[in-house]
């Protein structure tokens, strides 16, 4: 570790995509308190991500990270939480199950509020206002008042953070887990998909193996693996002031964890080497990850590695490619050859959302099903061609019924983006949607 690192380091580089806080005294104090306050993680749970992850960098299991593109304050409900969770236990056991790999389960939640912008205005019915920034700075309602900059939010954000990882530890340690309900994680709406209909027939597969276990004198209630799942989150390190607040040093190890999550990562936007971004995760000892966009070469990607994990560690650091259907060939293969050439035992996952993002009639962002799962079969074959493990994938989901993105089983369509789009930022999978991704995955698993 470079002894000369501080949380407080990146003060004096450029930091992009920081909100201008609008009153100086309102800032420091909420900054102060957040200081005060107690971390959201343990030490000791990063690590036993980074340890997780590691096995993934080995080729010996597979990380499903997912969640929101923006957590709301305005969504923020039991019931939200939980159906988030359930979707991703499904999809989580319809790849164990179907392609015979563990699989590390990692949110993007508890913490995920800040969004980058490509611009610090936008025109909203012919008049500029300041971009929304997620929740953590500003309002989405389109007025002068509510995009303007409250430093009170990271406070709101760190207690939404806290309550949400409390509901998240109680369902996965609780019972909610339990394998034995693998069937009560089927949402009614997602029950009537086709999708949802083979789930229910691997669901039943699981609990007839179960049976078979308990028929042998098997005692599954002590085999805590059936019972409870690790589930770990992680956001976008943007808003460096809270992110700086919640880094403490750990009692243990003497290291510094950012406590605000098991994992942060550095967006596309902001991962600059020179920048304030990278060198801030550059000190902390939490496992992190970086997004990679088309315009990275294999040295920039090498840079990145030597910067964030100078020793080597396998589980330290995860690769996000966020390409775009179509770039995958003629992009990844020379980013995979330069780090394997470079020795950085990294994992490499696949972000098939934010390379395939546009804009659909009645001007709503959205994405196509076929177009992310393009991404996602491109990666796989690029990483079979290299002898690479395609370590994972990073999606944006909700367990809800909306209609964000395009495509699926149960199609939607251009004119069905109207009924229910509620994100706060990019589209995301729904219910259904998401398992035929998962089942698809596991085939994809399976042919390795
Ligand atoms: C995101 O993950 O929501 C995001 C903004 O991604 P990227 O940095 O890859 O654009
Ligand atoms: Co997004």
Redesign the pocket.
């Known amino acids: 570790m470079d002894r000369s690192w501080s949380p407080s380091r990146w003060r004096n580089l450029p930091a992009e995509q920081q909100p201008d806080w609008p009153d100086q005294y309102a800032l420091d104090q909420a900054l102060k308190t957040l200081s005060l306050l107690p971390p959201l993680v343990f030490a000791g749970e990063a690590r036993k991500l980074q340890a997780a992850l590691a096995q993934v960098a080995a080729g010996e299991a597979f990380l499903l990270q997912a969640g929101d ?2 957590e709301s304050f305005h969504e923020f409900t039991a019931d939200s939480i939980r159906d988030k969770l359930k979707i991703i236990l499904q999809m989580a056991v319809v790849l164990t199950y179907g392609a015979g790999v563990p699989v590390v389960k990692l949110g ?1 939640i508890a913490g995920q509020f800040a ?2 912008r490509s611009s610090p205005t936008e025109v909203v019915d012919g008049h500029a206002l300041p971009s929304f920034r997620g929740h953590i700075v500003n309002d989405d309602a389109p007025t002068e008042a509510a995009r303007t900059p409250d430093p009170g939010r990271m406070l709101t954000a760190y207690h939404q953070s806290a309550s949400t990882l409390n509901l998240l530890r109680a369902f996965t340690k609780g019972g909610f887990a339990d394998l034995s309900q693998v069937h009560t994680w089927n949402q009614q709406f997602v029950a009537r998909s086709a999708g949802g209909q083979h789930y229910e027939a691997l669901a039943s597969e699981i609990e007839r193996a179960l049976q078979f276990m308990r028929a042998c004198g098997i005692d599954l209630r002590g085999e805590a693996s059936l019972q409870q799942v690790e589930f770990w989150t992680s956001h ?1 390190a943007l808003i460096l002031g809270y992110e700086e607040a919640l880094t403490r040093r750990d009692s243990l190890t003497g290291d510094w964890y950012d406590t605000s999550a098991h994992l942060v990562w550095v ?4 991962r600059r080497l020179d920048g304030a971004h990278v060198d801030f995760l550059s000190g902390l000892s939490n496992p992190v990850a970086v ?1 990679i ?1 088309p315009a990275a070469t294999g040295d920039d990607v090498v840079r990145l590695c030597d910067a964030l994990d100078p020793g080597c560690v396998p589980g330290r650091l995860t690769l ?1 490619t ?1 390409l775009g259907a179509g770039k995958v060939h003629s992009r990844m293969p020379r980013l995979l050859r330069a780090v394997r050439d470079s020795g950085h035992p990294v994992v490499w996952t696949c ?1 098939p ?2 390379g395939n993002t546009f804009t659909g009639a009645g001007g709503r962002k959205t994405r196509h099903f076929d177009r992310v799962l393009t991404e996602i079969r491109e990666f796989f074959a690029v990483c079979r061609e290299e002898g690479v493990w395609p370590g994972g994938v ?1 999606i ?1 989901l909700t367990g809800d019924d909306v209609t964000e993105c395009l495509g699926g089983i149960e199609e939607v369509l251009e004119d069905d983006l109207a009924l229910r789009y509620t994100t706060t ?2 589209p995301r999978l729904n219910g259904s949607q998401s398992l035929d991704l998962a089942f698809q995955l596991a085939d994809l698993l399976r042919r390795r």
Do not use: L, Y
């Open positions: 593109c923006a993007r969004k980058p976008e967006g596309e936007r902001t997004k966009g996000i966020r972000d959302m934010h990073h944006e930022c990019d």
